[in-house]
Nanobody, 115 residues
Framework: QVQLVESGGGLVQAGGSLRLSCAASGSRFSLNDMGWYRQAPGKQRELVAAITSGGSTNYADSVKGRFTISRDNAKSTVYLQMNSLKPEDTAVYYC?????????WGQGTQVTVSS
């Protein structure tokens, strides 16, 4: 089946930038809606950004203007460019794939922003 693998997480100072990548091993990537979610300790997993198969994007209010989601269908990869990072962005970030009602999750990558 399809496997999602996140990368690019790490430790960064407030105001810095990180670029997350999510590579899908399956085919028909261009038909999928893709998203990035995050979950901090003791908090519910929340949508950060999403991009549809048609290229439409949606962002959480807390990251709008700072984060950018994009996709490269030729590489079966979705990206999350994170700029002006804040300590409250600290969380495990998960890649999500949706094809109709079929949903898949990556294993997550840790993002830690120090003040």
């Amino acid at each position: 089946q399809v496997q999602l693998v996140e990368s690019g997480g790490g430790l960064v100072q407030a105001g810095g930038s990180l670029r997350l990548s999510c590579a899908a091993s399956g085919s028909r990537f261009s038909l999928n809606d893709m998203g990035w979610y995050r979950q901090a300790p003791g908090k519910q997993r929340e949508l950060v950004a999403a991009i549809t198969s048609g290229g439409s994007t949606n962002y959480a209010d807390s990251v709008k203007g700072r984060f950018t989601i994009s996709r490269d269908n030729a590489k079966s990869t979705v990206y999350l460019q994170m700029n002006s990072l804040k300590p409250e962005d600290t969380a495990v970030y998960y890649c999500n794939k949706r094809y109709g009602l079929l949903i898949s999750w990556g294993q997550g990558t840790q993002v830690t922003v120090s003040s």
